[in-house]
């Protein structure tokens, strides 16, 4: 069980780099989040093909465009939240977007009728109450700071819709396949917008091209596929409070490696947010790992 925890505690690490990289990074959000899953697909791609190549020739039709669907939801969260770094600080960016298992949990219900039990309405109104503390916050510095904290909750949002997809293709589907489809299908659809809106594709510094690099390598190959490789072992519950992590590292490293101290309204309210999550999910719940 060793091994598990310290893989589970690599991928809460390396996912904590996230938000850094996208900072370091000189370009358009758009660019960023379409660089990162391009570059995570080709990497993919032989991968797969080489050890799934049977199971990809044999998929349903139908399961093919529920993984489009799906990456197109992890498509809208990447252009949302990375967009979001862009106005405001990186703790309320990584802890809003954190919020998702909440979401995932309101539209179970909404959906598909799944019970919402007393400790995830108690963990949900706590989770509102942090919400609303650091988008206060955020009105008191100025209105983009604000923007930006709608746009991680929005991501939010968008990476529910595409768990609530996976939920069901990871059953008949095997982690490889599903991350070729969805990755793939997602970083066309992000090339696509970037070329739509005329931003360049290339031209960027060495120093850009380093961070976009480590951006799909860290956080979304290393970092993902260890939090969803430890799910074999430990429960979904345990993923989903661990990734709770991710807040928490990446505050520490945008003050250690950006100078951005987090305000008491993002500290107060961040651990609001990251309490009603515990609460609601300790004995059960949907790991979110999209960052």
Do not use: K
Request: hydrophobic content about 60%; proline content about 3%; some cysteine.
């Amino acid at each position: 069980m060793t091994r598990q925890y310290a893989v589970l505690t690599l991928g809460v690490i390396s996912v904590s780099f996230a938000a850094i990289f996208i900072r370091l990074a000189d370009a358009p959000p758009l660019v960023i989040a379409a660089y990162r899953l391009c570059i995570a697909s080709i990497i993919l791609a032989p991968v797969a093909w080489t050890r799934s190549r049977q199971e990809l020739r044999r998929l349903a039709r139908r399961d093919v465009m529920l993984a489009v669907a799906s990456g197109a939801f992890l498509a809208l969260h990447f252009a949302l939240w990375v967009s979001s770094l862009s106005y405001t600080s990186v703790a309320t960016s990584v802890v809003l977007v954190t919020i998702t298992p909440i979401f995932v949990a309101v539209a179970s219900y909404l959906l598909f009728r799944e019970r919402l039990t007393r400790q995830i309405i108690a963990g949900i109104i706590v989770c509102l109450a942090g919400a609303v503390l650091i988008g206060y916050g955020n009105w008191q510095i100025c209105s983009e700071s604000l923007f930006g904290g709608v746009l991680a909750l929005l991501g939010a949002l968008a990476v529910a819709g595409y768990l609530l997809i996976g939920r069901r293709l990871r059953q008949e589907m095997s982690l490889l396949s599903y991350a070729f489809l969805v990755y793939g299908s997602a970083a066309i659809m992000l090339l696509v917008a970037v070329l739509v809106r005329g931003y360049p594709v290339f031209g960027y510094s060495g120093d850009t091209y380093l961070m976009l690099v480590l951006l799909a390598v860290v956080p979304q190959l290393m970092g993902h596929m260890s939090l969803v490789w430890a799910l074999r072992f430990v429960s979904a519950t345990l993923v989903t409070i661990a990734v709770l992590g991710e807040p928490v590292g990446a505050t520490i490293l945008a003050f250690l490696i950006l100078d951005e101290a987090p305000t008491w309204s993002e500290i107060v309210g961040g651990v609001l947010i990251l309490a009603g999550i515990f609460v609601a999910f300790r004995r059960g719940g949907t790991a979110a790992i999209e960052r």
